[in-house]
């Protein structure tokens, strides 16, 4: 409306005028020098004059929803100007123009064809003139004018949801804030109640109120209950014209749910438990599950399990299942029926999220009494310890008893037990045990510098019942007792110079004894009886573990003597004494001056000019150097030998050498002999290959003479044998033919070796029927033909 009449004060400035319908009327200038008038007429049916002034301009109104047969009234348009006799013509432009509204273009009346909605458009702006007729030029100027749609009730209060969903805890105060919802009314806010809005709870009582103008919804009950209801309903009406009657409405559901809160406690839905465990059970192993209810739900339900008293605390734990929330009892220690067999413990049930607005409830535990019976079974035989430590000395007699291990049956049936060693950790069966009594005792004798340690297993098993048997490691140690003689600690090579002065220390001996000596070794060393007054050295014992070898004398002569033996004897203190004889090997060097070593070979003597050690390796270097010489050169020359006579760049493979040799049959005796090939005495033993180079010539091997009815076939067989086993065959890369039909072969032979006819009786007039590619062939026999012919 305010657009409207601003722009209208626009077109109307400095105008004033008197207006006799409105205030909003105005005045405008027209066209002064003569009182032109145009009369709008409105449904108001007020006629309008004016003087001296061209246009009068309304704002007309328009009921919407108009429900007539006939086209709605909106007003007429007038120019004082129209005589009436048809010379001018209304024209009507704008919005809706000549669609919504149309003009009479005669008498200027304004009509709506259609039904209006203001929820649609509420106001429509047109534009009117008056023309000329004949001319079609303007009379009046153009004026503006508005209609506006005038509303009516006709739209219900519509929800911006269809569904609201809305949660609360539970247990919540009267006036807790609940949702709010919200209906909006399409019908004009400024005319009248129709778009006033008032809200009103249809279903939900008592549980929920909404307030009239908010559509606030809030508790109205104390002390919800989830576990009692935890889905309401509750539908919501929206009505407009302030609620009162004849007012249209409209309705939503609000969906509203009660969250949880931990306000229960759990509860054991029975005070005492009974349980039943073998007393096999193994620890670790669960025997029972408890449950204690709690109404609530997700971590307000969470429970945690406990024991808290009972003659079982130590031997029983209880944890909790996180997906079920039970309570699981396993047994923490093994059970002995025979000891007891009946265990009563207290088992509590605690909330672990309590809310402490809910601790006036009570309190959020509970407790039940759980009584577990211990059953009797079959138990294997329980050793009397978990393992056995043995010690025993090496020297110990076979079949003697070193050890004893004991097991019972702790059923109360004392079933007898038999013993037995494993096998599997006493491969050699070095011990054996008494069945009976479990008395271990030996069966091979025992070496501790072998082993010191045997680990074997004992097995105890019930006679009446076999499969109840029971395993107990036994750790034998073998202790060490003085049954070894020290020896040298290493290999001595000791040598003496020809020039050394007497007295003089040429080695140091020392020693070692595999035997165990919990005091440390103590070793004495001295000559062998036989060479203690004759041996050309003598041996000072340092009291040390060690001994040294001196010289007795000045000088020594290889060529005399050049190599010693000096027999020393080792004994330990130990009991019973050790000793053992040991041989020094002493070898007769020739030194320099300074006494380091030169030669100790006795031939040396003979030259005495001899090489020193670095010419003997480069004469050794010279002669290896010659013969590779030597080797690489014979090679060389070997591989030239074998070289083909046919040489050609190309491969070998790709030529034929060909021998245009025909036979000439039975009777060319000279052109090949089959006595030869029946009788090798003839074969020429100068005869060599054509192909290569001769090389070193093999012997012809001797072979029986063929009987002159040999068969050809059992010749070549033989032959063949012989060629494979003869290093004198040719090569691999040469292929040796041997070419036998048989006997009696249907095609009969096609050699000329036994041919019967001759050349003068074949006729080859054929060839020339096979075709162009036997032209050749043609030709030239039917040439020899023709020669013999002529």
């Not at 400024?190 to 307030?211: C, D, H, M, W």
């Not at 944890?319 to 025979?338: R, S």
């Not at 080695?507 to 062998?528: E, I, M, N, P, R």
């Not at 090997?585 to 070979?601: E, F, Q, W, Y």
Request: hydrophobic share 35%; with cysteine.
């Amino acid at each position: 409306m305010r657009t409207y009449h601003c722009f209208w004060l626009l077109f109307w400035a400095g105008q004033p005028h008197q207006s006799f319908l409105t205030s909003l009327s105005k005045r405008t200038s027209g066209f002064p020098e003569k009182g032109k008038v145009l009369v709008l007429s409105g449904n108001s049916r007020r006629e309008l004059s004016r003087s001296k002034r061209s246009w009068m301009w309304n704002q007309f109104f328009l009921l919407e929803e108009y429900t007539g047969t006939d086209y709605q009234y909106v007003g007429k348009l007038h120019s004082d100007q129209d005589k009436g006799d048809g010379s001018l013509k209304y024209i009507l432009s704008g919005d809706g123009a000549g669609d919504l509204f149309i003009i009479n273009e005669n008498t200027g009346d304004i009509q709506a064809t259609k039904r209006l909605d203001r929820e649609e458009k509420p106001v429509y702006i047109l534009r009117a003139q008056a023309i000329n007729r004949r001319t079609g030029r303007p009379v009046e100027p153009e004026s503006e004018f508005i209609i506006k749609i005038h509303d009516i009730n006709d739209n219900e209060p519509m929800f911006t949801k269809d569904v609201y969903n809305a949660s609360i805890p539970e247990m919540s105060d009267v006036g807790t804030f609940v949702v709010q919802v919200t209906a909006t009314d399409a019908d004009d806010p400024t005319y009248g109640n129709s778009a006033k809005v008032v809200y009103s709870i249809l279903q939900g009582q008592p549980y929920f109120s909404v307030e009239s103008e908010t559509g606030i919804i809030k508790t109205a009950l104390l002390n919800m209950d989830r576990e009692n209801r935890e889905q309401y309903q509750v539908v919501i009406q929206a009505k407009d014209m302030g609620g009162q009657m004849g007012g249209l409405s409209g309705t939503t559901t609000v969906n509203i749910t009660l969250t949880d809160v931990n306000d229960n406690p759990p509860r054991f839905p029975q005070s005492t438990y009974q349980f039943r465990a073998p007393e096999s059970t193994p620890p670790d192993s669960p025997i029972g599950r408890i449950k204690a209810n709690d109404a609530d739900v997700d971590e307000n339900a969470e429970i945690e399990y406990s024991i808290t008293e009972g003659d079982g605390y130590d031997m029983f734990g209880i944890t909790t299942d996180k997906d079920t929330q039970e309570g699981i009892i396993t047994v923490k220690k093994a059970l002995d029926f025979e000891n007891k067999n009946l265990y009563i413990l207290k088992v509590e049930a605690t909330n672990t999220h309590v809310d402490p607005r809910f601790l006036y409830l009570g309190p959020f535990k509970d407790s039940a009494t759980v009584r577990i019976q211990v059953e009797d079974v079959d138990e294997p035989p329980v050793f009397s310890r978990p393992a056995y430590i043995i010690e025993v000395k090496e020297d110990v007699p076979i079949n003697s008893v070193i050890g004893t291990v004991t097991a019972q049956d702790p059923d109360a049936a004392k079933n007898p037990v038999k013993y037995s060693v494993d096998r599997h950790t006493d491969m050699d069966r070095v011990f054996n045990i008494d069945s009976g009594n479990g008395s271990i005792f030996t069966s091979k004798p025992l070496d501790r510098e072998t082993l010191l340690w045997h680990n074997i297993t004992v097995i105890a098993a019930e006679i009446n019942n076999p499969k109840q048997s029971s395993r107990v490691p036994v750790f034998i140690k073998v202790l060490d007792v003085n049954d070894n003689a020290p020896e040298f600690a290493m290999f001595y090579e000791t040598f003496v110079c020809e020039n050394a002065k007497a007295e003089q220390l040429i080695q140091t001996l020392s020693a070692v004894d595999k035997d165990d000596s919990y005091s440390g070794h103590q070793f004495s060393f001295s000559l062998a009886p036989e060479a203690a007054s004759s041996s050309n050295f003598t041996l000072q014992d340092n009291r040390d573990n060690t001994a040294g070898i001196f010289t007795r004398k000045t000088r020594y002569s290889r060529h005399e003597m050049s190599t010693y033996l000096l027999p020393v004897v080792i004994s330990d203190n130990d009991y019973p004494i050790q000793s053992s004889t040991e041989t020094v090997t002493i070898r007769v060097c020739a030194c320099d001056h300074r006494g380091k070593m030169l030669s100790c070979n006795a031939e040396a003597l003979i030259h005495p000019t001899g090489l020193s050690t670095g010419a003997l390796i480069a004469i050794l270097l010279c002669i290896i150097i010659l013969l590779v010489t030597v080797v690489l050169f014979a090679a060389l020359r070997r591989q030239r030998k074998k070289e083909p006579l046919i040489i050609s760049k190309e491969d070998i493979r790709d030529n034929i050498v060909s021998y245009n040799d025909e036979g000439g049959g039975e009777e060319d005796t000279q052109a090949f002999d089959i006595g030869t090939l029946r009788n090798p005495e003839a074969i020429d033993d100068n005869k060599l290959r054509r192909d290569i180079v001769p090389e070193t010539l093999f012997m012809p091997r001797r072979t029986a003479t063929a009987r002159d009815n040999t068969d050809v076939r059992d010749f070549i067989n033989q032959r063949l044998k012989e060629n494979d086993t003869d290093p004198a065959a040719p090569p691999y890369d040469s292929l040796a033919t041997y070419a036998y039909e048989g006997n009696g072969s249907v095609a009969e032979s096609l050699s000329s070796l036994e041919s019967v006819t001759t050349d003068g009786d074949q006729d080859y007039d054929y060839l020339s029927d096979w075709g162009p590619r036997f032209k050749k062939l043609a030709d030239m026999y039917g040439t020899m033909d023709s020669d013999k012919d002529s």
